[in-house]
């Protein structure tokens, strides 16, 4: 019997389905090897669990998106989150939870009955087997991780950090040029993509292990300020329990001050 | 406990919902508010065409550029000749692989009855390879332009932090040409389909610049009903409503609903296509009055999309890339308080951004309105008329029909809720 697989997305830009549809001949070649027996961006049929895997992209915003991940955790042995939505709360999590009702009248208006309650990733509700990183993922990942999941091991982050592909694409050290770069702490595995498009490192693939945050930020106050620093470390890790130690510890020093 | 229903092969999540006994239908969008509007108050100018495009990931591009725009707009930047050129290959690039990712994988399983758009390998390998192709040659395009086939990092208001050499330009050039045939293919296809059969006074809206069939320079908005608006002036003729079952805004013109996209954009620049396009256009028999001939309408756009880029890549093949295209400017923080407006076509219609800026270059308000904040009031208005020209017909045919028609519209509710 071919392993269940299901995948389902919660709220996000699905960027990361888009980068799985991207892989064209090889998606083919990995449904083959498994029964997709739920995928509603893809399909009608939508089978209920047990499911051997279960990928979920997207950040669990609403209360009824929170019920549904626990409930697909219960229904499926090994759980996938896919994209750093789902993974680190990402782009979503860049809002507050405190700020969110202040938006709602904002956008929505003062009548507005709103539904989200917070933008936090996967791993704030359930337990999860693996994050594969990234905004959107690395289409070489996602090939490795899913072949992986397929022979029954349990996949690995890649141990190096993105300086590691980033020199091997041949390129400046952003560092060096006195500018913000979080290349240094941030997981490898895709392929230094934005530095070589001319960008920084916003850190999407997560924080490595054992990451030297400390001393990327030793470096990096030597040309630049909190503020700045905290613009970089709020696009996809603000909801990181790094970036809360970071900033709101920082923050209330300086307001007891 | 259940997991919620939603209608099934459309990016986000939507479901329609019935009153039978008082024979009404209406749509509701339950994707979490996600608030992006707010979440780039207090950032630099830059962000907002970082953290936007993810937005959609279906058409990440086109928000991207929007953006761009009303940032440069905000900052008096005009762009020179060969950023406008790559910008425009780029969104080429877009309309392709977000045409052909909503015409294989999400609407031909309708007609071709599948179940899903992974069958059709099996089934019509033909029109799979076509597919392919044009996902393939597409992806390419975006990658090497915008330096990612989702979400691009090159881009940057005033230019490109990165641009192709001339060596990549001739190899796209390669490629490019080969998504002619598969567009060509693609048209074949969607020509030889039987769309089921309404008839509704649509309001069709469109990007336009009045000379050629354009999606990037977006000066006016012009509409089937002979309307005429500069874009800067979106919100006088764009009205937003809440409703109560609904997390993304529903946009009207005047209370009543609209319609945009390919079938919106051939009506209204139809007659500005060129060559092949154009005979296609003709032969096609395009029917303006009925939303499923949107699939059409964007197998003809698909053609037009893939001579555009090979015509692009010919120029800049010939010219070069101009070393303007990568002086970017220093910083952009204007002299005073600035507000600016970006417009373009998106792959579902027109897409708008308005952004203020401080002195320091900081975000101090943001309003977008997408495609299918546009969309979702004519998907409704249009689902009722199909339910009453359709009565008699089981729930099953009817519910049917109905996703058909959603799905005809291409609805991006990721979009709409933003």
Not at chain 2, 45 to 70: F, M, Q, S
Not at chain 2, 388 to 393: K, V
């Amino acid at each position: 019997m071919r392993p269940r697989l299901a995948i389902f997305d919660f709220t996000d830009c699905e960027g990361c389905e888009v980068a799985l549809v991207s892989l064209r001949e090889k998606l083919l070649e990995l449904t083959d090897q498994v029964e997709v027996v739920n995928w509603r961006l893809a399909q009608k049929k939508a089978d209920d669990g047990p499911y051997d895997i279960v990928i979920i992209e997207g950040t669990p915003v609403t209360q009824e998106e929170i019920n549904t991940l626990r409930f697909l955790r219960d229904q499926t042995k090994v759980l996938v989150g896919l994209g750093s939505c789902a993974t680190l709360g990402g782009i979503p999590g860049i809002i507050d939870k405190e700020k969110r009702s202040f938006w709602y009248k904002k956008i929505y208006g003062k009548d507005y009955k709103p539904r989200g309650i917070d933008a936090l990733p996967l791993t704030a509700y359930v337990t999860v087997d693996y994050s594969l990183h990234g905004c959107p993922v690395d289409k070489k990942e996602l090939v490795r991780i899913f072949e992986e999941l397929l022979v029954g091991k349990a996949p690995k982050g890649k141990s190096y950090s993105v300086c590691f592909e980033c020199n091997l694409a041949g390129n400046r050290c952003r560092l060096l040029d006195r500018k913000i770069c979080l290349g240094p702490i941030t997981q490898g595995g895709c392929g230094a993509v934005c530095i070589s498009g001319g960008l920084t490192c916003f850190g999407c693939f997560g924080l490595r292990e054992e990451a030297q945050i400390e001393n990327l930020l030793e470096t990096i106050y030597k040309f630049s300020d909190s503020k700045e620093v905290e613009r970089y470390f709020s696009t996809f890790l603000k909801k990181t329990p790094e970036y809360a130690r970071i900033f709101k510890e920082t923050k209330k020093t300086n307001g007891k001050s | 406990m259940e997991k919620a229903e939603f209608i099934t092969k459309i990016e986000g999540h939507g479901s329609l919902h019935f009153n039978w006994g008082k024979n009404k239908v209406w749509l509701e969008v339950a994707e979490g508010e996600r608030l992006f509007e707010g979440m780039v108050v207090g950032r630099p100018a830059e962000d907002l065409y970082w953290i936007t495009p993810r937005i959609c990931g279906v058409c990440p591009i086109a928000h991207n550029l929007a953006a761009i725009k009303a940032v440069e707009d905000a900052l008096n930047i005009k762009p020179g000749k060969s950023t406008i050129l790559l910008r425009k290959l780029l969104l080429d690039a877009q309309m392709i692989q977000s045409h052909t990712l909503h015409l294989y994988f999400l609407a031909a399983p309708d007609y071709l009855g599948l179940d899903s758009g992974l069958e059709i390998i099996k089934t019509h390998p033909v029109y799979f390879q076509q597919a392919l192709e044009l996902k393939r040659i597409s992806d390419l395009l975006a990658d090497k332009i915008g330096g990612r086939g989702i979400h691009p990092m090159a881009t940057a208001a005033g230019g490109f932090r990165k641009v192709p050499s001339i060596e990549t330009l001739k190899m796209l050039k390669k490629e490019a040409v080969k998504m002619l045939l598969a567009a060509q293919g693609t048209f074949n296809l969607f020509s030889s389909l039987v769309y089921p059969e309404v008839s509704v006074n649509l309001n069709l809206f469109s990007l336009t610049n009045g000379k050629t069939y354009d999606v990037y320079d977006a000066k006016y908005i012009s509409s089937n009903k002979k309307l005429k608006v500069r874009s800067e002036n979106y919100q006088d003729i764009i009205e937003e409503k809440i409703k109560d079952y609904s997390t993304a805004k529903f946009g009207y013109h005047k209370k009543k609903g609209m319609m945009v996209g390919s079938l919106a954009r051939l009506n209204l620049q139809g007659n500005l296509l060129k060559g092949e396009a154009k005979k296609l256009f003709k032969e096609a028999l395009v029917d303006f009055k009925n939303p499923y001939h949107n699939n059409l309408a964007q197998a003809i756009e698909t053609y037009h999309f893939a001579a555009e880029a090979n015509e692009i890549l010919d120029i800049l093949i010939q010219t070069g890339i101009d070393s303007e295209a990568t002086s970017l400017p220093k910083d952009l923080k204007p002299g005073k308080n600035s507000v600016g407006v970006g417009a373009l076509e998106a792959p579902r219609g027109g897409l708008y951004y308005e952004v203020r800026l401080n002195t320091k270059g900081l975000i101090t308000r943001c309003n977008i309105v997408t495609p299918t904040v546009q969309n979702l009031s004519s998907i409704e208005e249009t689902a009722q008329i199909v339910l009453d020209q359709n009565r008699g017909q089981s729930k099953e045919r009817i519910q049917d029909l109905l996703e058909m028609l959603v799905r005809a519209y291409d609805p991006c509710i990721t979009c709409s809720v933003h």
